[in-house]
């Protein structure tokens, strides 16, 4: 029983995959939240975003801007570069790390996905350069936009990057994530998610702040975090999050804060594509009414002309 089972599963497996992206993401979102997403007219935060990944996406742009070594340059042209963390090196070659003087204090990191990160404290060993070595190539073979169909990440060329660790070297730093919601008048609409407890004893938790600073919205896991004493800063970050936002209906703008000084993290277009859990007491509704997108009433989410026509030179092998 549990061989047929098993083959069964490999079987619908086997057939998922065969199907368009599109169609897919409608199986997965059910399986998630035992529904299906209404991508025709999406009304919720995660069918928007659905509905980017499949209708309105603007692929191309999305993958240089998701690209963390491409997006230091527009970084720095539109805020400037005293926000970037210190790039150490970066390479398509991660033999070329045993040639760094240290890697101690370092974070090791891919520029095409999320997920792929090594923090670095201490100086490793050759048995752990070795290891770490490995990890990158394998990083490098990740075509991350199989991961959850997100399209633009087929644009990435795969670089190895080596930035300065920021953090105290106890704690993960806390994300500050600004959901940017840009409202084609002039003026935006926000959503602050803070995410801490990254590491260490206590449980990941996360805040959201709905169009303020001072009082929270909806907490899970709530283990006392209080930011007041990063209110001026967190206001120079929304100015900046509006700048960098101000060409999209919605994107979200990544941050951190160390020693009173404030560093990007990276641009998103489509958070947890479109299965974003954790958005409840209303959350998920709300982020949708803020998000004014584009429609296109004659075109149905179905698999996208850019799956199948990407550039070659970006193509993996």
Not at 48 to 65: H, N, P, Q, W
Not at 181 to 205: C, H, M, T, W
């Amino acid at each position: 029983m549990l061989k047929l089972k098993s083959k069964l599963r490999k079987s619908v497996l086997f057939f998922l995959r065969k199907m368009p992206w599109s169609y897919q993401d409608r199986f997965y979102y059910y399986r998630k939240f035992k529904k299906l997403p209404n991508i025709r007219k999406p009304k919720l935060f995660n069918e928007k975003i659905l509905y980017r990944k499949f209708v309105t996406g603007d692929y191309v742009r999305y993958g240089i801007l998701a690209d963390k070594v491409l997006v230091r340059d527009y970084i720095a042209k539109t805020i400037g570069d005293e926000y970037l963390v210190p790039l150490l090196h970066e390479t398509a070659q991660p033999v070329t790390l045993l040639g760094l003087k240290s890697l101690k204090n370092t974070v090791i990191k891919s520029n095409h996905g999320s997920g792929m990160v090594e923090i670095i404290l201490d100086e490793p060993d050759d048995k752990q350069k070795q290891w770490l070595i490995k990890r990158c190539e394998e990083w490098l073979a990740c075509d991350f936009s199989l991961e959850a169909r997100e399209i633009h990440y087929r644009y990435i060329k795969p670089r190895i990057m080596v930035e300065q660790y920021v953090g105290d070297g106890r704690l993960a730093a806390i994300d500050y994530k600004f959901h940017m919601f840009n409202k084609k008048d002039g003026n935006f609409e926000y959503v602050l998610q803070v995410i801490y407890n990254r590491s260490g004893n206590a449980p990941l938790s996360m805040n959201f702040y709905v169009n303020n600073l001072t009082s929270c919205f909806y907490k899970i896991r709530d283990t006392g975090l209080d930011i007041s004493h990063e209110l001026p800063t967190l206001q120079k970050v929304l100015d900046l999050s509006k700048t960098l936002a101000s060409d999209f209906d919605y994107v979200r703008v990544d941050w951190y804060i160390h020693d009173g000084r404030i560093y990007f993290g990276e641009l998103t277009f489509t958070p947890g594509a479109g299965m974003v859990t954790g958005l409840d007491q209303g959350l998920n509704e709300l982020m949708g009414s803020m998000w004014v997108q584009d429609h296109k009433p004659d075109v149905m989410p179905g698999p996208p002309a850019e799956v199948s026509a990407l550039p070659v030179v970006l193509k993996k092998v």
